[in-house]
């Protein structure tokens, strides 16, 4: 991710202009609205995931930008931008809708058409730029949720809001190849996360709501792998799916249900036999095999080698 500006970087007298420059042309067009006597602190980057824009914008100085009319016809470019604050409260405002964001909520806004942002105190913001294309809905439904908080309770929008913070923090350790598959995934979560909101999930293409379901289910697993009696029954149950047509959506990873969840536990496991404090049989226990023997087994089958054996290895290679 590429620092645009970084105002420690700049001499006192220089700073607002810079900063104006930054905001007003790079990301923009945008009209810059700020106190200039106000000391300017504060850091925006930006970089790529695939088609999406990935940014970080850090500033205790109290400041708002705005999309007006006449920048708009100036130029105006299909997409949508989402911000997220990861610390602060900004404010959105669009289409006669304004929402003071708390940390985790998200928020989306269309380009083409007037809006504000402002912060009155210090933000640290994630902000996203997509392609209107990548949203698998109308605009009709967006233009009725911009401004709207998403909060990050339940449902597709409690994987979205933490995926997107991670991603605006570890986005310069992501290769091509997985950036392209990231941005997808994101592009998707958002697309059901806004379809829930606005009560129009049904309307989503099938495979846009499989994918989301098979995301949900997965972390449903991750979150429960502790949990010895986890098995397909439950795990279709709580997304009020049948056992069988989980089943299907398991297809596509080219593994099943149980198969699946072994796997997470064994990998969990295998990184646990790192911590020397952990004994083996703890380390089974923790994710859901306590049965010592049983994990041995699983453990050999999946590693060529039983836990011990394993844990050896890693001795004799540190």
Known sequence: MATLIRTSDLPAAGRHEAWRSVVCDTLGPLDLRIDPAAPLRGRIEMGRLGPL??????????????????????????????????????????????????????????????????????????????????????????????????????????????????????????QPASAARLSGVIATLITTALAERAGQAGSLPVDTRQETLLMRVHAFIEQRLCHSDLDPGQVAAAHHVSVRYLHRLFESQQTTVAAWIRRRRLERCREDLADPSLSVSAVGARWGLPDSAHFSRLFRKAYGMPPQEYRRSLTVRA
């Not at 003071?100 to 806004?109: K, M, N, R, T």
Request: glycine share 6%.
């Open 53 to 174: 824009g990935v940014g970080r914008v850090e500033t205790s100085t109290p400041h708002s930008v705005h999309r007006t009319p006449g920048l708009i016809r100036r130029d105006s470019p299909e997409m949508y931008r989402l911000v997220l604050p990861m610390a602060g409260r900004p404010i959105v405002s669009q289409d006669g809708r304004t929402s003071q964001l708390a940390p985790g909520e998200f928020a989306i806004y269309d380009f083409t058409r007037p809006y504000e942002l402002a912060y009155d105190s210090a933000v640290r913001l994630a902000v996203f730029s997509l392609p209107r294309e990548l949203l698998a809905l109308p605009v009709d439904p967006v233009a009725r949720l911009t401004a709207v908080p998403i909060a990050p309770d339940d449902g597709t929008a409690a994987l979205a809001a933490p995926l997107l913070r991670r991603v605006a923090l570890d986005h310069d350790t992501y």
